[in-house]
C-alpha cells in the first residue's frame, strides 16, 4: 500500500523533536506520520466490518475514525490548548460533513446515476447533529448575554452524551430493524469477501488496531507540542491551523475510509463513517473531552466557540442534512459539498485572532 511508504515520518518526526528542529517540520512530519497510521487503523476497521454487517460496521468505523482525534485533542488539552481543541473540533466536524462526505460522493459517483443508501440512519445523524448544534450554541448565548456571565458547558455535555447513549439504544437494539441496508449475509459469505480483498483476520485487526493506537498517541504528542510555534511561523492563526491542519490530520482515518468505501459502491458504511464520525465527537468525543478536562489541562475545557465556528458548524449541518436526507446522490452534489468547504476555509483563513 502506497500510503504506508509514509511511515518514513514516524523516526523522521522523533529525530526532528529529539534534535529540536525547526517546530514546521515536527508538526507536518508528526502530521504525515499519523496519516498512514489512520489509514492501517482503516484497513484493520474494515476488516472487522465485514464481519458486523454495514450498521455496526459503520459504527465501529466511526468510533476508530474519531480515536486520533480524540487522542490529539487529550494531549492538546494537557498543554492548555483549549482554542486549538475547540478548533479542531470545529475542524473535524465541517470536514467529515463538507470534505469527507463530498470526496466520497464525488469520486464514488464517478461512473455511476446516483449513489444510494440508508435514509433513516442518515436522518436519524442529521438530526443528533442538529441538536448538537444547539448544544454549541447554547453556551455562548448564555454566557455573552448573562450578566453573571453563566457557564453552562457542563451540562450541556452531560445532555449530549446521554442523547448519544440513547441513539446507540434506538440503532443496535429498539429499532436495528431500521438500519438494516440488506439481509444478514451468511458467515462463510463475510469470510469468502475478506479472503477476496485481503483483508485481515478479526483477531490480527484487533492486533493491529491497539498497536497503531499507541503510535498515534506518541505522534498526537509530538504534533501538539509544535502547533502553536508552527503556525506562527507560518503566519496562520491558531484557529485555522486547528480547524484545517489539526482536523485533517486527527480525521484522515474517517477520510480515506469513506472514499474507499464509495469507490466500491458501498455507500452504507461511507455514509455511516463519515456523517456517523460527526455524530459521535460531538455527541461523545466533545462530552469525554469537557468531563476530562477536570483531570487534565490547567482548567475545564469549556464549549464558548466564537461566532464564525458556531456558523461554520451550523452551515455544515444544514447544507449535508438538505442533500443526503432523500437516500440518494450524485457527484455533483460532491462538489457542491466541496465547494462549501472551501469557502469556510478561506474564511477561516482570513479570520483575525
Not at 137 to 161: D, G, H, M, R, W
Request: contains cysteine; neutral net charge.
Amino acid at each position: 500500500m502506497k500510503l504506508n511508504l509514509l511511515l518514513f515520518f514516524i523516526p523522521a518526526a522523533w529525530c526532528l523533536d529529539w534534535l529540536e528542529a525547526d517546530p514546521t517540520l515536527i508538526f507536518v512530519c508528526s502530521g504525515l506520520a499519523i496519516v498512514p497510521l489512520a489509514g492501517l487503523l482503516g484497513k484493520a476497521t474494515e476488516s472487522i466490518a465485514v464481519f458486523t454487517g454495514p450498521t455496526l460496521g459503520g459504527l465501529l468505523a466511526a468510533t476508530m475514525g474519531n480515536a486520533p482525534e480524540l487522542i490529539i485533542s487529550l494531549f492538546a488539552l494537557k498543554a492548555g490548548l483549549h482554542d486549538v481543541v475547540k478548533a479542531a473540533i470545529t475542524g473535524s466536524i465541517i470536514g467529515n460533513l463538507l470534505l469527507g462526505v463530498g470526496l466520497a460522493i464525488f469520486l464514488g459517483g464517478l461512473g455511476r446515476e446516483k449513489l444510494k443508501f440508508n435514509r433513516t440512519s442518515t436522518g436519524m445523524s442529521s438530526g443528533l447533529l442538529m441538536l448538537a448544534s444547539v448544544g454549541l450554541i447554547v453556551p455562548a448565548i448564555s454566557y455573552f448575554t448573562s450578566e453573571q456571565k453563566t457557564e453552562l458547558s457542563t451540562e450541556i455535555a452531560v445532555v449530549l452524551f446521554v442523547a448519544y447513549l440513547l441513539s446507540l439504544v434506538f440503532t443496535l437494539k429498539t429499532h436495528k430493524h431500521l438500519f438494516l441496508a440488506e439481509a444478514a449475509k451468511p458467515a462463510d459469505k463475510h469470510i469468502a469477501k475478506a479472503v477476496e480483498e485481503k483483508l485481515w483476520g478479526k483477531k490480527q485487526a484487533i492486533g493491529i488496531l491497539v498497536v497503531v493506537s499507541v503510535g498515534i498517541a506518541f505522534m498526537s504528542e509530538t504534533l501538539t507540542g509544535a502547533i502553536e510555534p508552527a503556525a506562527e511561523s507560518l503566519h496562520f492563526t491558531p484557529i485555522f491551523a486547528g480547524v484545517i491542519f489539526l482536523a485533517f490530520f486527527g480525521n484522515a482515518s474517517d477520510l480515506i475510509n469513506a472514499v474507499r468505501f464509495a469507490r466500491k459502491d458501498q455507500m452504507e458504511l461511507s455514509m455511516g463513517i463519515a456523517v456517523g464520525a460527526s455524530t459521535q465527537l460531538v455527541m461523545f468525543v466533545v462530552p469525554v473531552l469537557v468531563f476530562t478536562s477536570y483531570f487534565v489541562g490547567p482548567k475545564p475545557l469549556d464549549l464558548l466557540f466564537v461566532p464564525f465556528e458556531v456558523a461554520a458548524i451550523v452551515i455544515a449541518v444544514l447544507i449535508n442534512r438538505s442533500l443526503t436526507t432523500d437516500g440518494e446522490s450524485h457527484w455533483m452534489e460532491g462538489v457542491m459539498l466541496l465547494g462549501v468547504y472551501l469557502i469556510l476555509a478561506i474564511g477561516f483563513f482570513f479570520l483575525p485572532v
